[in-house]
């Protein structure tokens, strides 16, 4: 897609090592714009640069565990995006997150902690050090979330992050209103990505080491869920489809504030839409 230059528009897009980020990396950058790819390892950085995409600018290392390299990243990438000419960022879309499968009681601490660092902490980071790019670039910031305020057992430690960004995304738009800044959810149900086979190996693994006499409250009900989850996943959506989404939220003049996609993302939007109550016992009957 051929854009003047003085209409090019700057992206930035965690995670970007695989699945999701990835797709959204390639697609924004074969479509007009230009797109700063973090990633934690260089590895993934010399992955990105092999598919020699001169719009795709891989920038390693962000763990968005570590404030100080958040702090580097938002002076590089502005550096870059001024030495390019370019009228600040048009939008952060914050992406990076994993998270486990366990029942509460026997969640890993400290890989929970890890994660409310990243995506919480971190994201709450992002916003900060890159907000005044895209106040000057009239842009808006982007979530790539699930539909949190619907639980789901054995996720918390994805949902409760993607509750955070609930709560930071709809705050965000309310001060940023006045400013022109819109916070904008893409809230994903089924998304076909690699992360689907490596938490069902992790789960699997966790069967075997977590405590006999605490597992036993839960071990039928997980592997009920994980043969359920079997059919899910074979009707996930590729992660391409979460690209165009965000490709069309990017190029809205009014964005909508939320965008569904994904396997069973209608559903959920259906039950967020009921009261809580109301929610809350249609799940108990499906659980």
């Not at 700057?10 to 479509?31: D, E």
């Not at 640069?49 to 968005?64: I, T």
């Not at 029942?103 to 890993?108: I, T, Y």
Request: charged content about 25%.
């Amino acid at each position: 897609m051929n854009i003047p230059k003085d209409r090019r528009r700057a992206v930035l897009v965690t995670g970007c090592s695989s699945g999701i980020g990835r797709a959204l990396a390639l697609h924004l950058a074969t479509s007009g714009f230009i797109v700063f790819a973090t990633v934690r390892k260089e590895v993934d950085a010399e992955s990105l640069r092999g598919l020699k995409e001169p719009d795709l600018v891989p920038v390693c290392p962000l763990d968005l565990t570590r404030l100080e390299d958040v702090i580097r990243t938002a002076d590089a990438v502005g550096r870059e995006i001024e030495r390019r000419g370019l009228p600040g960022l048009y939008a952060l879309i914050n992406n990076a997150g994993a998270g486990g499968i366990a029942p509460v009681e026997l969640m890993d601490l400290d890989k929970f902690r890890v994660e409310l660092q990243a995506r919480v902490l971190g994201s709450v980071a992002m916003v900060q050090g890159f907000l005044p790019m895209i106040r000057k670039a009239g842009g808006r910031i982007l979530w790539i979330v699930t539909p949190a305020a619907v639980p789901t057992p054995y996720v918390a430690s994805i949902h409760a992050c993607d509750f955070a960004w609930n709560c930071l995304a709809r705050t965000l738009d309310l001060e940023l209103k006045s400013q022109k800044v819109p916070s904008v959810m893409i809230r994903c149900g089924g998304i076909r990505t690699e992360a689907v086979g490596k938490s069902d190996r992790e789960l699997t693994e966790s069967l075997k080491r977590w405590p006999a006499d605490r597992l036993a409250f839960y071990e039928d009900a997980l592997r009920r869920w994980m043969k359920d989850m079997a059919k899910f996943d074979a009707q996930r959506t590729p992660a391409g489809k979460v690209a165009e989404v965000v490709f069309k939220a990017l190029k809205a003049g009014r964005p909508r504030r939320r965008y569904s996609i994904g396997h069973m993302a209608r559903a959920a939007a259906f039950l967020e839409a009921l009261p809580q109550a109301m929610g809350d016992a249609i799940l108990r009957m499906r659980f």
